[in-house]
């Protein structure tokens, strides 16, 4: 099967030393899961032993179901490596030779998720469908790996609103944390024919089409608050009247995080002037 020249790049990071994270974001059906799940237990093979990793996904079932059945698959696997998966533990082991590593799979769905990996030491982590995945546990994964200096990060999604964390905090400055950014469109995956591609066309309009087709991180139709208006109700902080009338708000939050806003009261007006989130 003829590979992309994006594919090949996902391929190559497995051995690349300049970059310590991969992100690979994009249309759907585009060929770059499973090129990073192939990639990422081939770097791990080949630069560690006894050594626990881990693969993530929104959910345990999706991670499963996404990464490790697609992977167990493969006839390139089972040709190069011996894979025992326990669904009781939700672990899965490859082994090649004396070389044997463990690779546990969590889901990352809400602000509760972070505890469930506290506490393991890992070489690195793939995040199936990123976008999905709330901060806290991202960042609580990333910190499993510190005590390997070798360790990279290995990141998919398919785009969401522009104004994402993972968005703005990653694919827009892939430098700061020393990341290789590939975007993916669905012409990306030599696997896919030209009718298959309009036909999956077909199957999506508005801003489905632009982010699974697309490959646009663009915000969805229909706000929540359609009166909102940037130039109407953002006002720079030093312009805000001074009070000594304030307010605190707090949505302690249950699948999502606290937050606590501060306002200051000015003539029947209320202005946010410090949010917090936990």
């Known amino acids: 099967m003829p590979i992309s020249e994006k594919q090949k790049k996902i391929l190559a990071f497995a051995y690349s030393k300049k970059r310590q994270a991969l992100i690979c974001d994009g249309a759907v059906r585009s060929g770059k899961t499973s090129f990073m799940t192939v990639s990422f237990i081939n770097w791990v093979m080949s630069e560690f032993n006894n050594t626990n990793f881990a693969i993530c996904g929104k959910t345990v079932g999706s991670a499963i179901k996404n990464i490790v059945a697609p992977y167990m698959s493969l006839s390139y696997s089972n040709k190069n490596y011996n894979i025992h998966f326990t669904r009781s533990d939700n672990k899965m082991i490859v082994q090649q030779g004396k070389v044997q590593n463990t690779f546990y799979i969590y889901g990352g769905k809400d602000e509760s998720s972070y505890m469930l990996i506290q506490g393991i030491t890992l070489g690195g982590v793939l995040f199936d469908e990123v976008a999905l995945m709330t901060k806290s546990f991202v960042e609580q994964a990333l910190a499993r790996c510190l005590s390997f200096k070798n ?18 905090e990653w694919i827009l400055q892939p430098e700061k944390h020393n990341a290789y950014h590939l975007h993916f469109l669905m012409e990306d995956n030599p696997a896919l024919d030209d009718e298959t591609i309009k ?56 699948l999502n995080p606290c937050s606590m806003g501060l306002w200051r009261i000015v003539n029947g007006k209320a202005y946010r002037v410090k949010e917090y989130y936990h």
């Open 151 to 168: 360790r990279k990060y290995w990141f998919n999604c398919n785009p969401d609103n522009p104004n994402h964390w993972f968005y703005t």
């Open 199 to 254: 036909e999956a066309s077909l199957m999506y309009s508005g801003v489905f089409y632009d982010r699974y087709i697309l490959g646009k991180w663009v915000v969805a139709e229909g706000r929540v608050y359609p009166q909102f208006d940037p130039a109407i109700h953002i006002i720079e902080h030093n312009k805000i009247p001074t009070s000594n009338l304030h307010y605190v708000s707090i949505d302690y939050g249950t």
